[in-house]
């Protein structure tokens, strides 16, 4: 059995040495490089070979990737490189990883054709300039081949241990069992899709109610379908920090029913959460943790992979015990981890280090997204862009002198965007193009301050930099599915602000490829009805098979009552307080317990919170806030006791809404007092109008399924497993419509509870 192995991928694990070094190298985006090297490809002549295939084998290894081109006339082999700023600031341990994949690939290519030498080309473009700087060397293939050989040797020994690693991963999960006696219900049927959908290589959506065990039922599958389908890798993606740890959970009891399990779990986290020096920058002369970073990377990497558990805290152990960097270990361990646990970014995003890695190496991977009815939301945010003129009028102010042209070009355009239009909201057809040139050049001007003032890279400067190359990246992509619009607001001097926005719309397009690059994808959650909403505009392939898998629940669990004669419209929410107080007192008075009263904004929230306190001082109350860190959700949850009594008023939609788990009678019921419906504002009217003309149901799009979405997560959490007992009241007559009826799960049974209408009564006394 041979060992699969990238020529980046081999160079990078043995050409790199000496500091981690991130200080201010602007590199260009996917679609500036690939630009690039068509462009150098496009000067040369016609006998020019670009992405030229070669493989050779060395041993056990298999090593193959594409050279950027081959001129036979002049028998030279090109590694295209496209960059920004001064090419002399560029590290040197970046140059010796350059020449190390140059000179592999001459060495393929003279097996390939039989070449004594080769003129082996570093070619490096300057995306602004286009200017080309070539470094050429004569090379023989005999030294060629010892320089190939000596770095395939070099890498062999970790080979041989990853293809021992893989056949005993792979017969372990082939051995592996269920970790329970048998199935929760409906927890097989999900099983048995997802199996299948890696077995066929098809993307599966598979809607789920809460309380059957979809983490499990999800992970479990897949893993057993890894080794027949000769799966790499594989990626649980979460929205939130709960998921990913029943992701971990998950892992653990199958590694705790199969003892010595040879499979390597590895957590994702953020940045700014692994970082141990926050206030040191990540280059060698900085941060200690950086110092030599590539040297003790080998020792760090073996000790890691050792531990085959990899969460947060074994990887940080590992780190500092070598004295690495947390966070950029953990990025090298992406490359070797059987299962990756992280947010949905690392595999969706603009420049996601999952999708890279599958694409670079050519790995064949099944991907989880675990409350997929999140994705949506979150991928428009990842494809959007926005830049707002008080930031950057502050920023023209004070920037430096050989930066007060470009910042004035911007300024120019900028407000000429709004001299003849002060509304505050303005939807444009197309793209202010005068705007995004000078946006473009100032980038120019600012990429070269960088390169020659190294020291001054920080602050709104550069904060301001990457949201410009941001809001240029996704300009050049702008389609039907993006919105571009202008949201003014008064300003000083009697001048108005704006704030200029790149909205996504459908990230579609984006997610495609992403969902084109795995064996499967398999999107779960218990709310993605309806099948078609999720499918136009995630872009999921037309043959993604649906799975709606039956509730274990029954009717008699949940008590759902419709209380149609209040309405929670904007303008009623005043006359609307005291019968809902009023409501959820007489619940509480006839069982008492631990609730949840959801409200459509904090206002809401408020005004409603203050009504009830002041009638029914005696029952306990407890609140979400604006902006809760961590241990405040925490202690809001922490409320919840078994046997307590109290009701915690919360925000539909927000940190409460989903993915919190009340077993029994720490949850015995919940309030909606909102069907969920998006605010109705000027932005998403244009959603409305857009969404109507791309598939002709622009309120269902905009504001129904989005809504009701929000409504059936927060009902979930009343009921957790198949002996819990509870009550469900939505609150607006517009529940009782049919096509809101039609939205909710099919195993609640729901009645109309109007009797509120009766006269007022005092409780508690």
Request: with cysteine.
């Amino acid at each position: 059995m041979s060992y699969i192995v990238a020529v980046r991928a081999l160079c990078e694990f043995t050409a790199k040495a000496g500091d981690l070094d991130l200080r201010f190298t602007p590199s260009p985006s996917a679609q500036e490089g690939m630009a690039g090297h068509a462009l150098v490809a496009s000067r040369r002549n016609a006998e020019y070979l670009a992405e030229l295939p070669l493989a050779g084998d060395y041993k056990q290894l298999h090593v193959r990737g594409r050279a950027d081109g081959y001129d036979p006339t002049l028998n030279r082999l090109e590694e295209v490189k496209t960059y920004r700023g001064d090419l002399a600031r560029m590290p040197d341990n970046h140059r010796a990883l350059h020449w190390a994949q140059a000179k592999v690939y001459g060495w393929l290519l003279c097996q390939a054709r039989g070449l004594a030498e080769v003129d082996v080309a570093l070619v490096y473009f300057d995306i602004h300039s286009q200017k080309e700087t070539v470094l050429v060397e004569r090379c023989s293939a005999d030294a060629l081949r010892d320089f190939f050989e000596t770095h395939c040797e070099r890498f062999l020994q970790w080979a041989v241990q990853e293809l021992a690693h893989r056949a005993e991963r792979d017969r372990a999960l082939e051995a592996l069992r269920f970790p329970h006696a048998d199935f929760r219900s409906g927890q097989r049927e999900l099983a048995e899709a997802v199996y299948k959908a890696a077995s066929t290589g098809c993307c599966l959506m598979a809607q789920a109610p809460t309380g059957i065990g979809k983490t499990l039922g999800t992970l479990f599958p897949l893993l057993k379908a890894a080794p027949r389908q000769g799966l790499d890798r594989l990626f649980f993606l979460a929205a939130k920090t709960p998921g990913r740890q029943l992701a971990l959970d998950a892992a653990r009891l199958l590694e705790a029913n199969a003892p010595g399990l040879p499979l390597r779990v590895l957590e994702l986290t953020a940045r700014d959460k692994a970082c141990e020096h926050p206030d040191k920058a990540c280059h060698g002369e900085s941060c200690p943790l950086a110092q030599g970073f590539y040297d003790r990377l080998p020792a760090a990497r073996r000790a890691a992979l050792e531990r085959v558990w990899l969460d947060r805290d074994s990887v940080r152990e590992v780190a500092l015990e070598h004295a690495v960097c947390p966070y950029y270990l953990a990025q090298e361990l992406a490359r070797w981890a059987d299962l990756q646990v992280g947010d949905y970014n690392y595999y969706f995003d603009v420049s996601a280090l999952l999708h890279g890695l599958t694409q670079a190496n050519q790995w064949r991977v099944g991907v989880l997204v675990d409350e997929a009815h999140n994705l949506l939301e979150r991928a428009r945010r990842m494809y959007s862009a926005e830049l707002d003129q008080a930031g950057f009028d502050t920023l023209r102010r004070e920037a430096p002198a050989s930066l007060k042209k470009p910042l004035e070009r911007i300024n120019r355009t900028w407000r000429e965007l709004s001299k003849d239009d002060d509304t505050p909201y303005q939807a444009l057809p197309t793209l202010p193009g005068k705007f995004i040139a000078s946006l473009q050049s100032a980038i120019t001007d600012i990429t070269n301050h960088f390169g020659e003032h190294p020291t001054q890279v920080h602050g709104a400067l550069l904060d301001f930099y990457f949201e410009a190359m941001h809001f240029c990246r996704m300009a050049d992509t702008f389609d039907s599915h993006t919105l571009f619009d202008i949201r003014r607001r008064p300003g000083t001097r009697g001048r108005s602000l704006s704030t200029l926005c790149l909205r996504n719309l459908v990230p579609a397009p984006y997610l495609q490829p992403r969902f084109a690059a795995t064996r499967s994808t398999v999107l779960f959650s218990a709310t993605l009805s309806p099948r078609h909403f999720h499918g136009d505009l995630l872009g999921l392939p037309e043959n993604t098979p649906w799975v709606d898998v039956q509730s274990p629940f029954s009717a008699g669990q949940l008590a759902v009552r419709v209380v149609g004669s209040i309405s929670t419209r904007f303008q009623h929410r005043t006359a609307s307080l005291e019968p809902i107080a009023e409501l959820m007192a007489r619940q509480f008075e006839e069982r008492p317990g631990n609730y949840l009263a959801f409200f459509s904004s904090f206002d809401y929230l408020q005004q409603t919170l203050e009504r009830f306190a002041a009638r029914f001082p005696h029952i306990p109350l407890w609140t979400q806030s604006r902006r809760m860190d961590e241990p405040a959700r925490q202690a809001f949850l922490e409320r919840f006791v078994e046997g307590g009594q109290g009701i915690g008023f919360a925000v539909l939609g927000g940190a409460f809404g989903e993915g919190i788990d009340l077993p029994g009678d720490r949850l015995i019921g919940a309030f909606v007092a909102t069907l969920g419906l998006p605010q109705l504002n000027p932005v998403n009217e244009q959603i409305r109008q857009r969404m109507d003309q791309l598939f002709g149901a622009g309120y269902d799009y905009t504001y129904l399924y989005p809504g009701l979405q929000k409504v059936v997560q927060a009902a979930g959490r009343v009921i957790r497993t198949r002996e819990d007992r509870g009550v469900l009241y939505l609150i607006d007559d517009r529940f009782a419509r049919r096509e809101v009826m039609r939205l909710l799960p099919g195993w609640w049974k729901v009645e109309r509870s109007d009797s509120h209408e009766s006269a007022a009564i005092r409780l508690g006394e």
